[in-house]
């Protein structure tokens, strides 16, 4: 048996040891899709990893084999690989697959708090180490059903369920918004990087439409140097090293370096000296998620680009900032995916990314395009900010409310502003 458990000692008045099982049962209803049905269908993709909620549904009609039925209120659980954390309340009526355990709370338990039961740090160990399988690692009911917790009465239990759903809303709240403004931000830049700002007439040319003052030029001809980071053993990577390396997966989709995740390793200086980034230079990922480009606006340690990443400088004509919004933007990024090469893993040459044509207004124009994608930048990185505060909050109160380190009654409760 797992050693993984809710238990509290000393029991708060009012709370009761139990097992899972003592708390819901298992939904074992079984239901034979048809071919043109409508029934609403859940899979491992529909379930939120990490996080109690959905990320869509189908439909009956897309399965064939047996579903289990589930109703409103039943809580929904991957258990395979349970280590995923894929749980939500159902909010509708449906079918889901087999992968997935449906647990429906007795009358002792509030299902809305049974659903973040099933993301505590210690019911996804305990269902973890009671996986099966090497491939396809899968808990089981009989499993799961032994998990220990201490569960308060009810109006405890819809106080706790209440207090973590509001923090759930606003989560979800930060992240339609973030959807949102990405959405707008890509219809700013085909706008900008088409019409420019200076409403002027365009004209056809081999990216497509630009205002007529603009040049459509080739990177390599406005860039001072272009060079592959250098390759060096992973035995170079410390914990106390001098430098920063930046790799491929140290980058967003939208250029966003991420230097909490990228490794330090204990090089000498000098042996690199000529490769090491100088603030405003370009890097591009040349392979993985290839066309990828960052602007390195400096960092307290040294930064060495890796392998897989191409270094540009370049001249006073193009501002770096304008080249890595084009770069990735909806106009270009296109063309850049274009220059990949490989059956298997899809690589961009240097030599073919000096050739990329890309459009060249004005150095002020350049930069006034550039401001105005950074303050659409500037709103995501704050509400990307409120999203972690209140995904660490979530953890916390969701550890410290079902441990009773933390009781409904004492809790001050305010939400990230």
Known sequence: MSDSNLLIDPLPPGWKNQQFGDACDRVKDSYQPVDDGDTPYVGLEHLAQGFPAFVGRGQESEVTSSKTAFKVGDILFGKLRPYLRKGARADFDGVCSTDILAFRAKATCESEFLKFVIHSDEFVAHAKSTTSGVQHPRTSWPSVKEFRLSIPPLPEQKKIAHILSTVQRAIEAQERIIQTTTELKKALMHKLFTEGLRHEPQKQTEIGPVPESWEVVKIKDHCIESAFGPRFGSELYAADGNILTLRTTDMEDDGRIDYNTAP???????????????????????????????????????????AFLIRLRMKESVQPMFLRHYINSPVGRPYVLQLAQGAIQKNISGTRLGDLLIPLPSRAEQEEISAAVGTVDQKLANHRQKLTANQDLFRTLLHELMTAKTRVHELEFHLPS
Do not use: M, N
């Open 264 to 306: 330090l390793a204990r090089i000498d200086y000098a042996k690199f000296e000529k490769h090491y980034l100088q603030v405003g230079d370009i890097v591009v990922s040349r392979s993985g998620t290839c066309g990828i480009a960052s602007v390195f606006e400096g960092y307290p340690l040294p930064v060495l680009p890796g």
